[in-house]
């Protein structure tokens, strides 16, 4: 007979505390307790935009013809939808990158004189779910601790930026000895998991063959996070053991740009599954170094501004493919996990885009935004407004909201909510 398994329960040992996936048998919880699959949202910006040409079909609805870029998403064409023609009003700065600050909050005229942050959507969303995870939000860059996620105050959030302190702050905690010493075993290849063996056992034999399969898939993922981080400078001062497949690391070549990202998003189904946090953002940072990538010569930010010479958009392309391919693999693993039945993407929504529509001109206009999972009908290629009439990005935003379970109508410069 199966018994339930609280939303609460962690399984613990000296220095290590493994929260677990939604489960089925937590479906089964008393009314004490928070029941149904949580929602989540993840926000991903890439602030050097994407080329247009390459990106946007050129009919709207289900069949749309894939462009160039879209055919890298073609296996997950069902998972997402591309809207186009959305924006933030009076985006005009103080420097030209400057919408970067306010990709999330919409607040107007970011970095002129007198200039405050409003609150981001992530935030909102942050509060609304309080103290139901460890972490109310997460906020994480591919290079440093500069963040969208703003206050209520429009103060900056500093953004993670190594996988291994995050998976150390994840599931590491207890006094310094212990985590010190749970840091050792990590670093001699040994996993955190050993020490709740016994615990693991007793809880498969509570739990449905279902749930068994999924925990043992939660389980694994975080034995592969521990594999990867071996070689990480995070754990320890000391030389650490090679492993034969590093994926989720600490990548220190700052030219790395693929490999950054990956990292991020090999990370972020760990985050969710653990319910550390429903709310993330993850911010990607040009680097200004010529990114690790065959056929490129130049720097990313430089190649953005291309000014329509075909040699430099041929090497701006080849980045933003593979920044693309990286973003289908996420969503193939977001697809994969299982939870009481569904996929965790299902209960996810994912927004991927830039804060400038074309990066060559820093124009804010007609963003690239995607829009994933989270049990929205997808399929589609969708035109919100022409290029110079652009609805309000916040509208989409409200939607977010609204899907979080945050009884909202408006946020940041909305007049009303996107839906199709």
Known sequence: MYTRVSRREVLKASGVAVSLPFLEAMSRASNAEESGTPKRMVLICSTLGFYSPSLFPKTTGRDYEATEYLELLQGNRGAFSLISGLSHPEQTGKEPHDTEMTFLSSARNPGLGGFRNSISVDQVAAEHIGNQT??????????GSESQAYNSNGVMIPAEHKPSQLFAKMFLQGSPQEIRRQRRRLAEGLSILDLVGEQTKDLKRRTSNDDSRQLEEYFSAIRQAELDLHDSEGWLDRPKPKVEQPTIRDVEDKADL?????SWFKMIPLILQSDSSRVISLFIQDHNVVPQINGVTAEHHNLSHHGQDPNKIRQLKLIEKEILQTFNQFLTSMGQAQEVGERLLDNTAVLFGSNLGNANAH???????????????HGHYIKAGTHDDNTPLCNLYVNLLQRMGVETASFGTSDGILEW
Do not use: C, E, K, M
């Open 258 to 262: 693929v490999g950054r990202i990956r």
């Open 134 to 143: 460890r972490f109310s939000s997460v906020a994480l860059n591919t290079i």
């Open 363 to 377: 124009d804010p206009r007609n963003l690239p935004i995607f829009i994933a999972g989270g049990g929205y009908d």
